[in-house]
């Protein structure tokens, strides 16, 4: 049912969204035709793409805490690695689009809400590797498949920090007050994402750029991301339906964009 309920939004998604020639901020259109609808080239992201496709072929099972809203899929504990990288994990077009804006902004520091086994993470990684990027899971198996991979991967700039969130994000977030870019992968419900969002305002700047993941899961998510759009720290807001992306410029008029993607 939560499927086809997805499937709706999405179609609905499809018939308002549309592309960035109406867009009269030249910010906000070169954004969308620079970074949002460029391509990334096969060889710029190879590695991260090798190791998906093991994960996806892995079928070893291992024990799994969820903190999270859980997946849509399955909620079993005991689940096989390759199910957990197929659901969890964002896709390559979306790694892809990670990957570029990063590349794009050129940040100093990094935050990433939910590791999981972290592909996500690699893409930030890549497309920035003098960036430090701290991720925080809670998941004690899935953080050290998340660490032999950045280590196959030979990325240097990732820090882990592996806890509840509830216990982990306040102490991290308040050790960098100045964050680039934040991107929130994890604990998909609406109150939760409300409260990163406002943990997210109180350490940013105007250029500071914030991602949500999943913005039209589920009812909930949907409420959050209305709340996210009509809030007054914000200005544009781009919903590309998998994932949302957040201005706060005050030099931006305040629109909420709906981009075909
Ligand atoms: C969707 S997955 C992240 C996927 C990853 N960003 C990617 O695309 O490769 C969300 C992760 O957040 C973690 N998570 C959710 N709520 C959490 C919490 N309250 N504390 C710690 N980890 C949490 C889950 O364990 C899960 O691994």
Redesign the pocket.
């Known amino acids: 049912m939560k499927i086809i309920k997805h499937a709706l939004r999405y179609i609905k998604y499809l018939f308002k969204s549309q592309n960035h020639y109406s867009i009269h901020s030249p910010t906000i259109y070169n954004f969308i035709s620079n970074v949002i609808y460029s391509t990334t080239s096969k060889s710029e992201t190879k590695e991260i793409e090798e190791l998906r496709v093991q994960l996806y072929a892995n079928e070893s099972f291992i024990n799994?805490?969820?903190?999270?809203?859980g997946s849509n899929i399955n909620n079993n504990n005991k689940r096989k690695i390759k199910e957990?990288?197929r659901?969890?994990?964002?896709n390559s077009k979306?790694?892809n689009l990670l990957y570029r804006i990063v590349k794009s902004l050129n940040p100093n520091t990094i935050f990433?809400?939910?590791?999981?086994?972290?592909?996500?993470?690699?893409y930030l990684a890549k497309g920035s590797p003098q960036t430090t990027i701290t991720?925080?899971?809670?998941?004690n198996e899935?953080v050290k498949i998340a660490s032999n991979n950045f280590a196959k991967l030979e990325f240097n700039n990732i820090k882990i920090i592996h806890?509840?969130?509830?216990?982990?994000l306040e102490k991290e977030f308040a050790r960098n007050n100045n964050l680039d870019l934040i991107?929130i992968?994890?604990?998909?419900t609406e109150n939760?994402t409300i409260k990163y969002f406002e943990l997210a305002l109180n350490h940013s700047h105007n250029k500071t750029i914030i991602i949500f993941?999943?913005i039209h899961w589920s009812k909930g998510m949907e409420n959050a991301w209305k709340h996210i759009t009509r809030s007054k720290k914000t200005t544009v807001t781009i919903d590309l339906f998998f994932v949302g992306i957040v201005f706060l410029d005050p030099k931006l008029s305040k629109e909420n964009f709906i981009i075909r993607f």
């Open positions: 799994i805490k969820d903190y999270g809203a957990i990288a659901n969890s994990s964002k979306y790694g990433e809400l939910g590791t999981s086994f972290g592909i996500s993470t690699c991720t925080f899971e809670g998941c899935s806890g509840n969130f509830k216990d982990t991107f992968d994890g604990n998909h939760a993941d999943d």
